[in-house]
């Protein structure tokens, strides 16, 4: 008798460990696929940042172009770098310290929230798309720069581009803004509309 009690209560107690609500199951899941800080960190080691010295901005236009180019895809990468495109909160601190390489404080947090959703629930960051974000990876037939000083140790850019395809024609439009700080750019504006 005592034996059927035990086998009947041992059951009991483990048909309760196995039903639940589903939702730890699916927080589970989420966890599992999330990337955390040392698996962002080793891809971050293979992303080298774009040359920020502040000579860049004395290049021709089109070393300059290609730099600003530089900059956005080297962004992208960063960026999309968390291969499924969710994070844990010490990756995204890392990612955030990552973008400060190139950009201010208050720029990288922008492209973080831009790019990003925080899902408070499990305390993980979703990426919102995983689409080209600024667009300038793309060919494009000409473009046009225009560089101005608005203050002392700070510079404006402005980068036109035309392409055609398909009888129609394509305009991209690109600014960023440059502070210097020591011997060094940092982004505090970096904005591409196409």
Same mark, same amino acid.
Not at 19 to 34: E, H, R, V, Y
Not at 108 to 125: E, M, S
């Given at each position: 008798?005592?034996?059927?009690?035990?086998?009947?209560?041992?059951?009991?107690?483990?048909?309760?460990?196995?039903?639940?609500?589903?939702?730890?199951?699916?927080?589970?899941?989420?966890?599992?696929?999330?990337?955390?800080?040392?698996?962002?960190?080793?891809?971050?080691?293979?992303?080298?940042?774009?040359?920020?010295?502040?000579?860049?901005?004395?290049?021709?236009?089109?070393?300059?172009?290609?730099?600003?180019?530089?900059?956005?895809?080297?962004?992208?990468?960063?960026?999309?770098?968390?291969?499924?495109?969710?994070?844990?909160? @010490?990756?995204?601190?890392?990612?955030?310290?990552?973008?400060?390489?190139?950009?201010?404080?208050?720029?990288?947090?922008?492209?973080?929230?831009?790019?990003?959703?925080?899902?408070?629930?499990?305390?993980?960051?979703?990426?919102?798309?995983?689409?080209?974000?600024?667009?300038?990876?793309?060919?494009?037939?000409? @473009?046009?720069?225009?560089?101005?000083?608005?203050?002392?140790?700070?510079?404006?850019?402005?980068?036109?581009?035309?392409?055609?395809?398909?009888?129609?024609?394509?305009?991209?439009?690109?600014?960023?803004? @440059?502070?210097?700080?020591?011997?060094?750019?940092?982004?505090?504006?970096?904005?591409?509309?196409?």
């Amino acid at each position: 008798m005592k034996r059927l009690l035990m086998l009947g209560l041992l059951a009991t107690l483990l048909a309760g460990c196995q039903n639940g609500d589903g939702s730890n199951d699916a927080n589970m899941k989420t966890l599992q696929k999330t990337v955390g800080r040392e698996r962002l960190l080793q891809t971050f080691s293979q992303v080298t940042p774009p040359p920020m010295g502040k000579e860049v901005l004395s290049g021709t236009d089109e070393q300059v172009i290609t730099w600003i180019r530089q900059v956005d895809d080297w962004t992208h990468k960063v960026l999309s770098s968390p291969v499924t495109g969710e994070m844990d909160e @010490y990756a995204m601190r890392e990612m955030h310290k990552h973008l400060t390489q190139v950009y201010s404080s208050q720029m990288a947090q922008r492209l973080i929230d831009y790019f990003y959703r925080h899902d408070a629930t499990v305390g993980t960051y979703q990426a919102n798309s995983t689409k080209a974000m600024l667009g300038l990876r793309s060919e494009w037939d000409r @473009y046009e720069l225009r560089k101005e000083q608005p203050a002392n140790n700070q510079y404006k850019l402005t980068l036109n581009g035309r392409r055609r395809g398909d009888g129609a024609e394509s305009v991209l439009s690109h600014s960023s803004e @440059y502070q210097i700080q020591g011997d060094r750019l940092v982004i505090t504006e970096f904005r591409t509309e196409s």
